[in-house]
């Protein structure tokens, strides 16, 4: 009995979703950095709200220049998706900062740029920075 519990613990954190972690290794899997980034005038606060299925990241109010970052491990069935909602003054937009379906989100390193015209990304792949979204009035 006491094996099958054991062993019922392995396969439950094998398989669980995405896992939002600190220090430690993924397994079977590979390890993604976001960066949601302030790049707003000055004295812009920029509030971040980022989130998966399975976590929550909290609300985040970002100075210029500031920047809120997280990593996780990607779930083996490669439906890990994290999305995040961003707000600036009266402007804000929301999209899916990682899923694991597009093939530019391939890359381990993702950045997204808060800017006043827009919200912009860029991967560990390319330093080109490319304009994704325009900010939407509330």
């Known amino acids: ?34 960066y949601v980034i302030n790049e707003l005038p000055p004295n812009s606060s920029l509030l ?9 990241l909290g609300y985040h109010t970002l100075s210029p220049t500031q920047v809120f970052t997280w990593k996780f491990c990607e779930n083996i069935f490669k439906t890990t998706l994290f999305f995040c909602h961003l707000w600036w003054g009266d402007k804000q937009n929301s999209f899916d900062a990682f899923e ?34 325009d900010w939407a009035n509330k």
């Not at 396969?11 to 430690?24: M, T, V």
């Not at 912009?120 to 994704?132: C, G, L």
Request: proline share 0%; glycine share 4%.
């Open 100 to 133: 694991s379906n597009y093939h530019w989100f391939r890359y381990h390193k993702f950045s997204w740029y808060a800017r006043a015209d827009g919200i912009y990304s860029d991967t560990d792949y390319s330093d080109d920075v490319i304009k994704r979204y």
């Open 1 to 34: 009995m006491t094996k099958i519990l054991v062993a019922l613990f392995l396969i439950s954190n094998i398989f669980k979703g995405s896992a939002y972690i600190e220090n430690n290794r993924c397994f079977l899997s590979h390890t993604f950095h976001i």
């Open 48 to 56: 971040v709200h980022c989130a998966s299925g399975n976590d929550d």
